[in-house]
């Protein structure tokens, strides 16, 4: 083996919290020593910057993407909230520096020659905050039930495990793949990929021992652990009250380094949605935000104009947003027979302008004809650059005998005003080649709404990949994906999905990159997905009250927010 260590909230309810108790950028952050040390006087309050970090309180946003009622969010489903970085820990983190994987709650791990096989070793002083120890059976617990349970958002990532398929089939009670021998869990793969490890190792880890028993199906819902959920991350859940506002505190038995702020109070914004999380930033009510409320440039400039201590970060990523189309999936039973025709998908590409949608982000947006952004280099420069041609897209659909009569349901879950007016053009833009869409803002259990009724034609959605991997979205079009709603499943695996297995297990940077041209290409030429726009993400910080390591600034998806690094600033 070879080791690589490779709003709704009262004014009672916010004084009572008072009491009780996020590669390069653009925008300045604020910066402190890259290692433990408390910063000097200028940057702590006038009483002292250590005094303040155990007295004063680090104000953050509660977004949950099922809504916040009575349970917090598993974090293995949508993430735009720090809270699951702090409660939860994983395996593997990564360097601030080099991005490289370091220790987490394994102290070591190792990887076969082949790269077939990965154990990690699990670390002796990693505790959960009930005092349990954290050990080899969390982790074999944690990805065995991740893997079936249906709203995990990272399922198609473990693809690579021996006998995942079997699994979620149900033949097998377990993976057949993964095990365990006293403080090490051993995975063996398919297939190689030169950074699996990663993979596994970003995973979030839950405890066993207050969750076993429970079904997967019935693991986000289940009330005991979820109404109060314990961790083994550097914060605990202090103070909570649904759906308004939970408190979190330094843990003192966390087994890295301690978190540099004592208090953390995240306050739900959900009742006014993204407007009054806006609405918090300027006036100073929280402290540091990103995700889809606030990652819009336009946005962001407005809140700086308004808020001067507040400033923000433009971070370089492969975020994208994309139209998904879902052939014969509805469980309504309007189905759109026309949609299994790929010169019919490729007119629907025609009539979306992408570089007028870009444009909606200037200086942000980037518009694609492919899923990887053309300003890299991974990115196919023989396909066209994107364009809008309603001439052409209407002589393709007559051709194809397309229904024009039929209306097209277009189905979003972002509601901030630039989404608005995307999909306004949208409307607009199939208006002229005869077509009528139907759009519609999905609220409430996104879950359920998007995997489980999928009574949409078109989805409007986001996603992302490693840099390094930057046509990893392909894996959408591959068997046991997670984007079900896709449908025309045999057609669709045939022709993607062994490219993209040996894609992702390419080693070799100049043949992975030949594979991608033909990823984008097949792309291209079938169109299930309609990229739209590559966008990079943003994040919003009131500078004057908490001072931010700048490696966190250094990309849109952190394995390591060095909360130990964090500082609180001000009075």
């Known amino acids: 083996m070879k080791l690589r260590l490779r709003l709704r909230i009262t004014a009672a309810a916010l004084a009572l919290m008072q009491l009780l108790l996020f590669a390069g950028c653009g925008g300045k952050a604020a910066s402190v020593p890259e290692d433990n040390a408390r910063p000097d006087a200028e940057q702590g309050s006038k009483s002292g910057s250590s005094d303040l970090n155990e007295t004063g309180v680090l104000k953050l946003q509660w977004y949950q993407q099922i809504g916040i009622d009575t349970l917090f969010e598993d974090p293995w489903q949508d993430r735009q909230c720090l809270y699951p970085e702090m409660l939860f820990d994983s395996l593997l983190h990564k360097d601030r520096k080099t991005r490289e994987p370091i220790p987490g709650l394994a102290s070591d791990w190792s990887v076969s020659e082949d790269l077939m096989t990965i154990t990690f070793t699990l670390r002796s002083d990693a505790y959960w905050s009930d005092g349990e120890p954290v050990t080899a059976e969390d982790v074999y617990w944690t990805f065995n039930a991740e893997c079936v349970n249906p709203s995990a958002n990272y399922q198609s990532s473990l693809n690579r495990i021996v006998g995942y398929d079997e699994y979620r089939r149900g033949e097998t009670d377990h ?21 699996y490890e990663q993979t596994l190792g970003s995973m979030k880890i839950l405890p066993a021992h207050l969750l076993t028993g429970v079904a997967p199906v019935d693991l986000d819902s289940y009330e005991p ?17 649904f759906p308004d506002y939970f ?6 038995t966390y087994w890295g380094p301690k978190a540099g702020i004592k208090n953390v109070q995240f306050v739900s914004y959900d009742a006014g949605g993204n407007d009054a999380v806006v609405a918090g930033l300027i006036n100073g009510e929280i402290d540091f935000a990103y995700g889809n409320a606030i990652n819009d440039i336009t946005v962001a400039n407005n809140i700086v104009s308004k808020n001067h201590d507040v400033t923000f970060a433009v971070c370089a ?13 509805r469980t309504d039973g309007n189905n759109k027979p026309d949609l299994s025709n790929r010169k019919v998908r490729q007119a629907f590409d025609l009539l979306i302008d992408q570089p007028t949608i870009a444009s909606f982000y200037a200086g942000q947006g980037t518009a694609l004809s492919t899923m990887c952004n053309p300003d890299l280099d991974d990115y196919n420069k023989d396909i066209p650059p994107a364009t809008k041609d309603t001439d052409s897209a209407v002589r393709i659909l007559q051709e194809e005998g397309y229904d024009f009569s039929q209306t097209i349901d277009l189905a979003y879950y972002y509601d901030d005003s630039t989404t608005r007016d995307i999909i306004a053009l949208i409307v607009q833009d199939f208006a002229e080649a005869g077509i009528t869409v139907h759009a519609e803002l999905l609220q409430g259990d996104l879950g359920t709404l998007i995997y489980g009724d999928r009574n949409f034609d078109l989805l409007y959605l986001a996603g992302g990949s490693d840099v390094n991997y930057s046509c990893s979205m392909y894996s959408k079009l591959c068997a046991n994906t997670q984007y079900t709603f896709i449908g025309d499943e045999a057609r669709r695996v045939a022709l993607f999905h062994d490219l993209y297995m040996q894609y992702e297990s390419s080693a070799n940077v100049i043949d992975r990159r030949e594979l991608g041209f033909q990823l984008q290409a097949l792309d291209y030429q079938n169109r299930y997905l309609i990229p739209a726009y590559a966008l990079n993400s943003i994040i919003i910080y009131n500078s004057a009250h908490v001072s931010i390591p700048e490696s966190v600034f250094s990309g849109a998806y952190i394995a390591n927010y060095s909360f130990e690094l964090w500082r609180l600033v001000g009075e």
Do not use: H
Request: with cysteine; net charge neutral; charged share 15%.
């Open 175 to 195: 993976l057949s793949g993964m095990s365990i021998k006293g403080n090490t869990v051993t995975f063996e793969l398919i297939a190689p990929s030169p950074i």
């Open 247 to 252: 408190t979190m505190v330094r843990s003192d």
């Open 317 to 329: 990523g492969t975020y994208t947003r994309f139209f998904a189309f879902n052939i014969d999936q």
């Open 225 to 241: 652990y979820w109404s109060k959920p314990i961790g083994c991350g550097q914060y605990v859940i202090d103070q909570v009250s």
